[in-house]
C-alpha cells in the first residue's frame, strides 16, 4: 500500500507565510476600509533594472530565432553567468571562488530546502532560534528533526538568539553535524562580525562539522567589519557551503535566480572512516532532478553586474535602506524597541506591552491594515516580537508608518 | 562528523547524459573532420513560437515598471496559467481535472524527482525496463532502491519492456507502492492503449498502490485509441498523479515550465490504519521547498494555448514528426530494426549485429559524428539498442540519416 512519508504528518500547522496569507484572506473578506499595506513577506516593489530587462528582451529575440535559439543548458549554469558571480562577487573582493564551484539555481529557497539531501539522515541538525523556516521544515521532511513538542523538535539543536545576546547564536553546547547561519539574518535583521564568524569557522574545523551558511542578504551590508561572504574566513573553503540570491540584490523574487557555492576542497565523512568531496555529490544532485535555470533568467542574471545594472540595482537597494532607516526613527518614535535594520532589509520589531506575536499581527492588521510576520512563526524565542520588511515602496512604507502611529498616539 | 547520505556513493556511474556528453567532449578533442550532429538527448531544436515570444517581451516589460512588477507569486503557479491548463489540456477534452489540483513548476524533470519525497523511505518502487533514469536515480537518493549488482538495484520491481512484449509492462507479479509509467514512452517510443492503461488503474486500485505517470510527450501521439492522459480512465484520480511538460509540447526545454496534476481525491496510508489526502502534502512540499516558476515564463505557457500559440506549435511538432517518419523509413531501409518513432518523438533502434548499445554508439560516433544514446544507459534490458530522437533540425536530420546509411552501404 502507498504510504505516505510520516514525517510529512509531524507539522504543527500549515507554512508561516501560507499562514499569514489565510489570516489576511480571511480578514480582507471582512471589507476594511483601508487598503492593506504588506510589511510582510521579504518581497521587492522597485522594478527591475533597464539593463536587465533589455537582456531579458535581447535573451527572448534570440529564443525565437532558430539560429540562437537555446534548448537544454548546462545543469549547473551557463559559464557566462558563473564566471560573472566569480569574478564579481568573490575574486573582485579577494575571495577565492572559481567558476566550477559555483551552480546556479532557481532560488535561494530552492538551493537551501534541497541541500540537506546530501546529508545521512541522523545528523544532527542547528539553527538558530529564530529561523527561516525552509531550514527546519526541508529537515522535519527528511526526518531529522524529530517530533514536534511545546514549540521545538526534539531532535534540532536550537542556538537561541534573544535581545540579551544581541541576537547573536552562541556555539552549540552539544554536538551537531550540520548548521545553519543566515547573515545578515533573517528574521532579526542582526549582522555577524568577522571574528563571530572566524569562531564558527573554527568551531566547525573542530567538530568536524559543516556550516550551511545564507547570505541572501549581503548587499545590505554597509559596515566595514561585517563579511560579505563565510569564504572571507580563513579555512572556511574546509567547511562551509554558500547561498546566495538575486532576489533582494536585483529584485529577482518573480524572476527566480540564485546560486551556491560548494568549494572543490570540502568533503565530510563517508560514513566508512573515509573522506567524500561534497562537490561531485551535488552535482550528481543537479543533474538528476534539476535542469538548470532559464537561459534568458540566466542572461538577465548576467547583466545584473554590467556597468549600467550595478548602477540600477544599487539605487534600488538605497531606497529599501532609506525605508528602513525611517522605520526604524518612526517606530521608536512611537516608543517600541525596534532591533535590526542596519545592514539588513528586515526590522524586528518587539511587540507593545500586553502582546504577543500573533497578538501583534492582529493588532496591526485589524486596527491598521498593515501585515507583518509574527516572530513566533520563525521560532518559540521569536514571541513576543514581528518582523518588518523595509520592501515596500516608500509610499507604502510611509502611509504605513502613519497608520501604526495613530495606533500609538 | 558531517556525513554523507551514503545512498549517494552506490551509484555505478555518473548520470548518463553526462556520460554521454563526456565522450562526446573526449571525442570533439581529438578533432574530427566532420561536424557532430546530435540525435542524443531529447533536445528540441524549432524556435519558440511567435505568441510565445510577445508573451515573454509584454510581461519582462511589465516586470520593468512599478505598477505593473510582480515579485514573488503563488508557489503553485498563478491561476491564469494554471486555468488555461485545466481547460484546454483537460476540460476540452472531457476529462475531471480542476485548476485547484495543479502545480505549475519549473519541469517535469524537476517534478518527477522531487515527488518521491511524499511517500515513506521503505516503499517499493516499480519501473520498466529501460526507463527514464531519472524515476531510479531520485529513490536511489532516498534510499528505496537498495544496493546496485549486475546492472540492476536490488529493491526495485523491473518491468522488462523488449520486442517479445512489444514494449508494453506486464502488471507487477510482486507487489509495488509506487510505480512509474511513461508513455508515449522515453525511450522506447511505445505507446499504451485505453484498454492496457484501465489495467494499470485496475491494478492500483487492488494493490492500493499509485501511478506516477509522465505524459511528458502526449502532444505527438496522432492514434485515436492512444489516451493523452491518464485521468481518461475511470478511477484514475484515486490512484494517480500525471506529469506535463511545455518542453516537448512548445519548445520550453530552455524555458523550464511543466506540471504536476495532484487530485483532491487522492489519499494514501498514513501509516497508521488511517488515510491521508497527497494533495495537501504536495502544497507542503512545494510552499517550503520551491518559489514558483518565473512569471514571465508562465505568461509565456499561457500563450501556447492561444489560438495563434496552438497553430505555431502544432506547425513545430510537425517538424518533428515528419523528422521521426524519414528516420524510421531510411533507417529501415539501412537493414536497421526500428520501433517507436509514432506517436512519440524517440525511435529505439536495434543495433547491428556484433554491436552492443555502447558499442553501436561510438561506431555512429567515430564513424560518422553522430550522437545517440547507449539504450542500456536506460536499464539491462535496454542493452543491444540505442535511442533517437526526432527533435533535431530537418537539415541536420537528413544529414545524420545520410551519414548512418553511408556505413551501411
Known sequence: MTTINTNFLKFPGIYLFQEVARQVAAFKKTGPDKRVISLGI???????????????????????KAETFRGYGPEQGYPFLREAIAKHDYQDRGINVDASEIFVSDGAKCDV???????????????????????????????????????RWNRIVYLPCTKENGFM??????????????FPNNPTGATITRKALEAWVAWAKREGSLILYDAAYEAFIEEEDVPHSIYEIEGARDVAVEFRSFSKTAGFTGLRCGFVVVPSTLTVSDGNGGRVALKPEWSRRVATKYNGCPYIVQRAAEAVYSDEGQKEIWAAIAVYKKNARLMTEKLESYGLKVYGGKNAPYLWVRA????????????????????????VGFGAAGEGYVRMTAFGSPADTAEALERIGALFK
Chains 1, 2 share one sequence.
Not at 533597464?50 to 535573451?59: D, F, N, Q, R
Not at 547564536?169 to 543566515?182: G, N, Q, R, S, T
Open 42 to 64: 521579504g518581497d521587492v516593489t522597485q522594478p527591475l533594472a533597464k539593463a536587465v530587462i533589455e537582456a531579458l528582451h535581447k535573451a527572448t529575440d534570440e529564443m525565437g
Open 352 to 375: 507593545p506591552e500586553g502582546y504577543d506575536s500573533w497578538g501583534f499581527f492582529h493588532l496591526l492588521l485589524e486596527k491598521a491594515c498593515i501585515i507583518c510576520t509574527p516572530g
Open 113 to 151: 530546502g534541497n541541500f540537506q539531501e546530501l546529508f545521512s539522515c541522523d545528523s544532527i541538525v542547528a539553527v538558530t532560534d529564530p529561523v527561516y523556516p525552509v531550514y527546519v521544515d526541508s529537515n522535519v521532511m527528511a526526518g531529522r528533526a524529530g517530533d514536534f513538542a511545546d514549540g
Open 169 to 182: 547564536p552562541e556555539l552549540p553546547k552539544e554536538h551537531a553535524d550540520i548548521v545553519y547561519l543566515c
